[in-house]
């Protein structure tokens, strides 16, 4: 089935019925909407029932923007020629010292 056959047979949510993915949703006025799942599309105050479409996904990525202190190298965890060197190369096991 292409791409094209698939989305026409997919239908967007209606007014009425349970958010299944928590969201932003826009509907076919434009009117947007941030919906939690479990709740129900609103229906729209001048057109009724209208489908809703999602626009954005909502998730909770559990930080406030910072980077995890574990992920920042200390000072003292920095070999400045650790990016110079061929990682299986060994140190002492340079084939020209005999």
């Keep these: 089935m292409s791409e094209q056959e698939h989305q026409h047979n997919e239908m967007d949510p209606m007014s009425g019925e349970h958010v299944e993915v928590s969201g ?4 076919e006025l434009g009117r947007v909407e941030k ?3 479990g709740a129900v599309f609103p229906a729209d105050p001048q057109a ?3 489908e809703w479409e999602l626009v954005e ?3 909770d990525n559990h930080h406030e923007g910072r980077t995890d202190p574990r ?3 200390k000072d003292g965890d920095h070999d400045p020629e650790a990016h110079m060197q061929h990682p299986r190369r060994h140190k002492g096991s340079n084939k020209t010292d005999s």
């Design 24 to 27: 932003v949703y826009k509907n």
């Design 35 to 37: 919906l939690e799942r």
């Design 57 to 59: 996904l909502d998730f």
């Design 71 to 73: 992920l920042i190298s």
């Design 48 to 50: 009724g029932t209208t």
